[in-house]
């Protein structure tokens, strides 16, 4: 059974064991359709697959972008790869949703929110409830109490975050090491961000670009975004997703001169988006010739 969020948010740090995160956070459906879903050491294959590359560009890897991190669980993992592979990275996890609020209606009933009142997750006499409508509720008819209650409860959370009637904490997991190595971001892939534009030597993005997530047009924009964020040629993208048994389809690209991106690496088969981004061009070069440089 998954515990609740006034539980989960009470436990110390060693009682919050990285299963019981994982779990906690694996049943938090966002607004836009996506899931809190990470696992610890998810990545092995990739990371096998990629270090030889990883490792003869490690002292370039100075400023790495986790894009789409959930809990960051897997961002933890990554520091400790390139650390180990000898790049002196310093990462930067972006994630959609990281805010959220446990509000309390009474003494037996909560509602964990994201902070425009969407609800993740109910608290009914202790017992834990996804709000989030699967396809058998449509044959059993629960999508209709889920339906009503999200319909009446978001403008009533909405007004109480506002009013600070709520305790506000963040989806982050708890294995985040406090040397400030990694830092938080609340970012949406889908929209430019002139504080990333061309800060990264390395950009990953994994199991999030995911087409049954998002529309082409939508991934088209997405790398567009994460394009831009890249300081330039020599530069790579890591873009992964794990499938149900738990093995990963990926490439990883590298920024060339004119602006392309080129293979270096692929695992499983390959990205299944991997052709969108060998098709990207970008409208103009950003990255300024030799001559213009010098003047
Ligand atoms: C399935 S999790 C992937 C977590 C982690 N990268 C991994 O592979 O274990 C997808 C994450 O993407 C985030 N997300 C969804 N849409 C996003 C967007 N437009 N911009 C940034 N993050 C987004 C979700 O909040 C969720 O935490």
New binding site residues.
């Given amino acids: 059974m998954t515990v609740s969020a006034r539980k989960f948010y009470s436990l110390s740090d060693n009682a919050a064991e990285l299963a019981l995160e994982s779990a906690f956070?694996a049943q938090l459906k966002?607004r836009?359709?996506?899931?809190?879903?990470?696992?610890a050491a998810?990545?092995r294959d990739v990371e096998i697959a990629i270090r030889p590359a990883i490792t003869e560009r490690a002292s370039s890897l100075r400023q790495v972008l986790?894009?789409?991190?959930?809990?960051?669980?897997?961002?933890v993992e990554l520091a400790q790869f390139l650390r180990k592979c000898a790049a002196p990275a310093r990462v930067t996890a972006?994630?959609?949703?990281?805010h959220a609020h446990i509000v309390e209606v009474g003494q037996t009933v909560a509602v964990f929110c994201d902070p425009e009142g969407w609800p993740l997750q109910y608290e009914f006499f202790g017992m834990a409830i996804r709000p989030w409508i699967r396809r058998l509720d449509y044959v059993t008819l629960a999508f209709i109490p889920r339906l009503l209650a999200r319909a009446y409860l978001q403008p009533r959370l909405c007004r109480r975050i506002r009013a600070g009637l709520s305790r506000r904490v963040q989806?982050i997991t708890r294995s985040l090491p406090q040397d400030g190595e990694i830092t938080f971001i609340?970012?949406?892939?889908?929209?430019p961000s002139q504080h990333l534009r061309g800060k990264f030597d390395l950009v990953?993005?994994?199991?999030?670009l995911?087409r049954n997530?998002?529309s082409d047009d939508?991934l088209k924009t997405?790398i567009g975004n994460i394009h831009s964020y890249l300081r330039g040629p020599g530069a790579l993208v890591l873009l992964?997703?794990?499938n149900r048994s738990q093995e990963n389809a990926g490439t990883l690209f590298e920024l060339k001169e004119d602006s392309s991106l080129a293979v270096v690496r692929r695992v499983g088969g390959g990205s299944e988006v991997e052709k969108l981004l060998l098709d990207f061009r970008q409208a103009e070069p950003v990255f300024p010739s030799a001559t213009e440089v010098k003047e």
Avoid: H
């Avoid at 836009?32 to 696992?39: C, D, I, P, S, Y």
């Avoid at 986790?66 to 961002?75: E, I, K, P, Q, R």
């Avoid at 972006?94 to 990281?98: E, G, V, W």
């Fill in positions: 956070f966002m836009n359709g996506t899931f809190k879903l990470t696992r998810r990545f986790d894009v789409g991190v959930s809990t960051g669980l897997t961002t972006t994630d959609l949703f990281i989806m609340e970012d949406d892939i889908m929209i990953r993005a994994a199991n999030i995911n997530y998002f939508q997405a992964t997703r794990t």
